[in-house]
C-alpha cells in the first residue's frame, strides 16, 4: 500500500532512507530556499524536482502531509 495515491492515480511511497536528518530539519527552517525544500520533497518521494512543482496545490499539500505522517510513525523494528 503506498503512503499516497495523487489526483492523476500515480502512487507515491515516501522513503526517509532517501533524505538525512539535516534536510528533513531544513524543511521546517524559514531561510530555505523553495528550491531546496522541492528537492528534500522529490527525493523522498522518488519523483524529479520538476514532477513535485508540477503537481497541483492540493496534491503538494498531500505529498508534504504524508512526508510529515511517515515520518511521525514509529519505527516497526528498533533494532
Not at 531561510?31 to 524536482?49: I, P
Amino acid at each position: 500500500m503506498s503512503d499516497l495515491t495523487l489526483a492523476d492515480g500515480r502512487e507515491i511511497d515516501i522513503d526517509l532512507e532517501a533524505i538525512t536528518i539535516k534536510e528533513y530539519r531544513e524543511l521546517f527552517s524559514p531561510k530555505q530556499s523553495a528550491a531546496d525544500e522541492t528537492a528534500v520533497l522529490a527525493k523522498a518521494a522518488g519523483m524529479t524536482s520538476e514532477e513535485v512543482e508540477g503537481l497541483s496545490m492540493l496534491d503538494y499539500k498531500r505529498l508534504l502531509r504524508a512526508l510529515l505522517e511517515v515520518a511521525r510513525q514509529p519505527l516497526a523494528d528498533p533494532t
